[in-house]
């Protein structure tokens, strides 16, 4: 399996502000999606992040929220744009392709966030 | 109808003891199931993963899939206070683009 990073791994951040995380992982990888995972939730697909071009996102979520930029196929962001409370959260990067089996889905450690 | 139902618990076992944890789900359309355990602050790590009905087995897990009743299962065999943990299933197709449902959870307990 790959091994996934995550940049920060927690973050306090304040209403209206913006964060970046990254997601880097150790080998090329075809698929790379963004989560976010709610207290006693299960997790929800944010958008699927595309090599080269615009990320392709779930109903719910939008671009303006939360831009995603896949430069290559080790690296992604999600930027959290004017934050609010409600987007307290862990946000987990997750690739799949490594294997074979093509829809195994490996995840990264998540990134805490609170917003005040 | 959620897509995906299990319950969260908690659960509590004591040391030894066979742990069963239980996904249903609506969409008969599913092709692959999956499991994942996640600790405290972790994020979910890949146990298993199967595309039939049937069992799989690897160690003391076994994952079980009923795809007529729309039901999977994971057992967990002489369980360990280091299997306590959230557990999720999920699921999900690739019909040209590519769908996995998780469930919420289960948070499991064993105690020594």
């Known amino acids: 399996s790959a091994v996934i990073s995550q940049k920060p791994s927690r973050d306090i951040c304040q209403r209206g502000t913006s964060l970046t995380i990254q997601c880097q992982v150790d080998?090329?990888?075809?698929?790379m999606f963004w989560y976010r995972q709610q207290p006693g939730q299960s997790l929800t697909l944010i958008a699927t992040a595309n090599q080269g071009s615009e990320a392709t996102y779930e109903s719910g979520f939008v671009i303006d929220k939360f831009p995603i930029s896949r430069p290559n196929l080790t690296f992604s962001t999600l930027t959290v744009s004017n934050m609010s409370p409600e987007d307290s959260s862990i946000y987990l990067c997750?690739?799949?392709?490594?294997?074979?089996?093509?829809?195994?889905?490996?995840f990264g450690p998540g990134t805490r966030l609170t917003v005040l | 109808q959620k897509e995906v139902e299990q319950d969260p618990g908690p659960l509590s076992v004591p040391e030894g003891a066979i742990v069963s944890l239980n996904c249903t789900y609506s969409n008969s359309a599913f092709q692959y199931f999956m499991w994942y355990r996640q600790y405290s602050r972790k994020g979910p790590e890949l146990l298993m993963y199967?595309?039939?009905?049937g069992n799989k087995e690897d160690g003391r897990f076994t994952a079980q899939v009923d795809k007529s009743s729309k039901y999977i299962s994971l057992f967990i065999r002489d369980s360990q206070p280091s299997d306590s943990a959230t557990y999720l299933c999920?699921?999900?197709?690739?019909?040209?683009?590519?769908?996995?449902?998780f469930g919420a959870g289960t948070r499991l307990f064993v105690k020594a």
């Open positions: 199967t595309y039939s009905s």
């Open positions: 080998s090329q990888v075809t698929m």
């Open positions: 999920a699921m999900g197709l690739n019909t040209g683009g590519f769908k996995t449902i």
């Open positions: 997750s690739v799949s392709g490594t294997t074979g089996l093509y829809n195994e889905q490996f």
